[in-house]
């Protein structure tokens, strides 16, 4: 009963999904990597949701969507222009991330472990990535910064990814009860939907692409 409890709240990310569906055609490409990154949330809940009921171990599953999720916001924190020297520094990130995500699940541990190590690095990157966003948007947005998208994104994964980091700390420090890492998990339940719904508005408010027309 609570793994299905778990699995309806995860699927709140379905809205943000069904929305992007609707407004694919009307939508710019550079907030693509976000709408990939949320199917691709939606598909590994659903995927892993049918391992934990067939009991097999998701972990495999889990550990490569860290890696292709990490990677697509990423790229979409390219697309938004917030580093100078854009190629540059997205490969360097990009392999970082690859090396470090090899070295826990290939040389520390194994694809089908459940480690923090790659969860705790890319979520610190993440972190900063968003602020550093949320900084160059508060001196160039005119008018509502509420209602801009990118704005939306990065205060949800910051808020996310800030307690993501919390409780992979207090998941594997050993001297924590096990109804202490319960109650945390059940904060991070609320928190991820909180986050999936504020995606939902962000990719309703994401801007129509403007359409140029040829002069003659």
């Not at 990310?13 to 550079?30: H, M, P, Q």
């Not at 697309?79 to 392999?95: C, E, Q, R, T, V």
């Not at 990814?161 to 202490?180: G, L, Q």
């Amino acid at each position: 009963m609570q793994q299905v409890q778990n699995f309806i709240l995860s699927q709140s990310i379905l809205l943000a999904c069904v929305i992007g569906l609707f407004r694919w055609n009307n939508i710019g490409t550079t907030f693509r990597p976000f709408l990939f990154y949320c199917f691709l949330d939606c598909l590994t809940e659903i995927t892993v949701f049918v391992l934990i009921v067939k009991r097999i171990n998701p972990c495999f599953i889990i550990n490569i969507y860290l890696l292709l999720s990490s990677l697509l916001l990423l790229w979409q924190f390219g697309n938004w222009f917030i580093f100078s020297k854009k190629s540059k520094i997205l490969l360097g990130l990009a392999i970082i991330f690859m090396i470090v995500w090899g070295v826990d699940y290939f040389i520390l541990h194994q694809l089908s472990d459940n480690s923090g190590f790659f969860r705790i690095v890319y979520s610190f990157i993440l972190v900063m990535l968003s602020i550093t966003c949320l900084n160059k948007l508060i001196t160039l947005v005119d008018g509502n910064i509420l209602k801009d998208s990118r704005f939306l994104i990065c205060i949800a994964l910051i808020v996310f990814f800030t307690f993501n980091i919390f409780i992979e700390i207090i998941y594997f420090n050993s001297s924590s009860s096990i109804i202490f890492k319960e109650n945390v998990f059940d904060i991070k339940r609320v928190i991820n939907v909180f986050a999936n719904l504020v995606f939902a508005l962000a990719v309703l408010w994401i801007p129509k692409k403007k359409n140029f027309i040829m002069p003659y």
